[in-house]
């Protein structure tokens, strides 16, 4: 019998039919170990050494593994054929070597680059070894990234409060968007004008010339600066006379494109299908996975991580074959065509992304697949099939044209492209070529010295614009051209900067959040080496020379940790008065803005005397004046100078994510028609808001998540304060139904039950019918109010009328009568108290409350036992987090064991006793309250 090991269930199902009955298939589902989420799970000072943990997931698939193993004779790892595959089977192989199973077993590594039938078959009959300089390329990888995690993480809690690593790749991928976006911000805006002759020839055919001379000096773009000598250069042209001093026709090529690499495909797949980079990723591993096919689980594409451009001699072969039957013999080339790629560090281990069976064609297999899968599909096979077609030829002509007006003169040229055959571009173009209206634009026929008739002069007025935004695709095309990351990182490091509220996604196009661009003015200030471009592009070629076997990858992480520690040593000891005065240079130009009456921009706008400044809290950072005085304002102080001053504002991003600066104090944006009061916009130190008059507690409402404070009007604000909205009345109860904006979004709300709204706006029009739909199909999935709890036991009426029963709760067993609860000592059972017994113990607990009780000067009998104090000092110290707070356990009485983290708690489950808590699972806890 022979066990294979792979990732994935549909994997390992696939590949079962594939190899019959003498194999047993078992999936490991990812990753079997990981570090566990604690300091010390790397220890650089014993020689980097590793400490690995498995989940209870985990652990039950290794005891699947384990026990199919015992009665095996090989063991095939299969796992995919990139750095993550090989670590998968080396954690695999590890794991079974410490349950000591692999004695006297055959042990083999196979890699395919498809979940096709013959490659499986052909991969089994070429085993290799485990590639041990991949396996150290991951754990040097591995070790790096939780260096500086939890090296880093400590230092941001410290000096900047609500503020998390990005990690050692997202770091600089943030800090481009960041750096894009003071681009924007600082780009002066430049005025040039266009001149276009519009022009025709002897037989009255149109062309269009641009103006690129004047009297002599040649005109670039942007030469041409002010309508004064725009109007100077048409007025001559409308006289001139026009001639033809040149025509130059030549015909060019265009090359197809590479097929695709991870990057490409995710940046082709934003800009023609709209996907997120994980959204296309998980497509691709479907794809790639297999899909059902006339009850046969085939996959449709090669492996889709990687950066190679190159596909397979069979793939060739048939790409032509295909080309030849569908487009004629004049598609095909003469020689098959080969790629290499241009991206730096690019490895080119293994093919290019590309069909499984170029045969299948996409209409043929659409059927099969949910929409995007299918459009997926479709751009891989049309980028596969168009890399090996011919290229396309193109005449481009340009005619130059020569403008006299007496002494004066004037150059103008028309430029144009026809395309002769099209090649390639018959099946594919690239994204939103600018080359396609030229393409499409043909010139008459002229000749040299024919004169040109006129039909008018345009002169057009634009500014320059800045640099755009990134995107998904153009951030992933950047980064791999400095080399920062890998292919298989690129869709997590932008979900992880999006999941941790750096980036937001608007419009296609990424925009920095202040929590960003403070994180990353941060690392620039204090860690800028390690957010350097090349610094990191030089650390990836370093890791992928360890993977070539060309570097020993502890002597790397030692290069890296000696310094990278004593920085964060160095930063860690600064004052936050210190770092906060940096990021406030770092971040001037941002946080306060120039004005235009040229006052100081950081003067407070209440006090006047005050100087505003960064601030950090536990919600994040926010401006405040240097006057805050928090015992002023307490009264513990003479009121003296200078005076307590309050004043707060947010760091504002305006509409379209300029940089706004904050509101300075209330904007009326109008009265309300109803009372006559103020609306008023106003910045708090947790956000924009808006709010109704200025009485003592005035009704103020929050903006939704995606609006923004500069897009608020007088009617926005009005709907905002006149939440909660009654929808109508449920048909079923007659019971209200209303919508308003809560904590986690907008909703509607009937009897106890809420149900989430698509977005903000929908709060001011859903209506009755779309709410109790909602609202159903809420609590058909167990939403809403709960059921009143079933009593343990009736034990009869209380003496002043009502029954008395007993209940389980939270906190242990208790009797009711009415709205009292009182729980039961802990030497009465639920079976054996009396009724006697819990009439004393609700009067007792009512006696409390000042209600009645039935005999209420008699002492009780048996009297509730007093709550359980908590244990004076711990019961078990566990030493330091990793940000210098002490972690201890602690007994809470009646809230049972907690882990006590400097002046936080995490509670335990109730189950578990005091010598089962290890440091450990108090370090683990910690780490899922901190969401590492």
Known sequence: MNVVIVESPAKAKTINKYLGKDYTVLASYGHVRDLPPKDGSV???????????????????????????????????????????????WHVLEVLKKRRLLKGKQIERVVFNAITKNAILEAMKNPRELDEP????????????????????????????????????????????????????????????????????????????????????KLGRLDIKDEASATTIKTMLEKAQLSVSSVESKPTKRNPYAPFTTSTLQQEASRKCGFAAAHTMQIAQKLYEGINIGGETTGLITYMRTDGVQIAPEAVHSARSVIGRLYGDNYVPEKPRHYSSKAKNAQEAHEAIRPTDLSRHPRDVAKFLDPDAARLYELIWKRTIASQMASAVLERTTIDITAREGSRTAALRATGSVVRFDGFLTLYQEGKDDEEDEESRRLPAVSTGEMLGRTGIEANQHFTEPPPRFTEATLVKKMEELGIGRPSTYAATLQTLRDRGYIELDK?????????????AFLEGFFKR??????????????????????????VLKEFWNPFHEICDEVIKRSNTEVLDALNEILRAHVFPDKEDGTD????????????????????AFVGCSNYNKDKKDGKVPNEDPPHCDYTRQIVQGADGDSAAAVDGPQILGQDPQTGLDVSLRIGRFGPYVQLGEEAKPKRSSLPRGWQASEIDLEKALQLLSLPREVGTHPEDGKTISAGLGRFGPFVLHDGTYANLDSPEEVFSVGINRAVTLLAEKRAKGGGRRAAAKPLRELGDHPDGGAINVYSGRYGPYVKWEKTNATLPKDVTPEDVTLEQAVELVN?????????????????????????????????????????????????????????????????????????????????????KAGE
């Open 508 to 520: 296609k196009r990424l925009l920095p959040q202040d929590k960003g661009r403070l994180v990353t």
């Open 43 to 89: 220890l650089p000072d014993d020689d980097f050494a590793m400490s690995w943990t498995t989940d209870s997931k985990s652990q039950k698939r290794l005891s699947d593994i384990a026990n199919a193993v015992k009665s095996a004779d090989k063991l095939i790892l299969a796992t995919d054929p990139d750095r993550e595959g090989e670590a998968i089977s």
């Open 134 to 217: 991949l396996v150290d390329a991951y754990l040097a990888r591995r070790a790096l990234d939780y260096l500086v995690g939890f090296t880093l993480s400590p230092v941001l809690w410290r000096k900047l409060p609500g503020s998390r690593s990005a990690g050692r790749v997202q770091s600089v991928a943030l800090r481009l968007v960041c750096e894009r976006e003071q681009e924007i911000e600082d780009f002066n805006s430049q005025e040039y004008w266009s001149i276009l002759a519009n022009l025709t020839n002897g037989e009255n055919a149109a062309l269009q010339a641009k103006v690129t001379g004047f009297e002599g000096k």
């Open 844 to 928: 007792a607990k009512a006696g409390s409350k000042g209600k009645k009780k039935a005999a209420p000067k008699k002492k009780p009998a048996a009297k509730k036992a007093p709550a359980k104090k908590a244990a004076s000092g711990p019961l078990a110290e566990f030493g330091s987090y990793s940000d210098g707070a002490d972690v201890s356990l602690r007994d809470s009485g009646r809230l049972g064991l907690r882990i006590k983290w400097g002046s936080k708690f995490i509670s335990l489950p109730k189950d578990l006793q005091a010598k089962d808590v290890t440091k450990e699972l108090a370090f683990k806890l910690i780490a899922e």
């Open 530 to 555: 390690y957010v350097e471009y090349d610094f990191t592009a030089a650390l990836e070629e370093q890791l992928d020379k360890i993977s070539a076997g060309e570097l020993e990858w502890k002597a």
């Open 601 to 620: 921009p950081r003067q407070c706008p209440k006090c006047a005397t005050g100087r505003l400044s960064l601030k950090t809290s536990r919600f994040g």
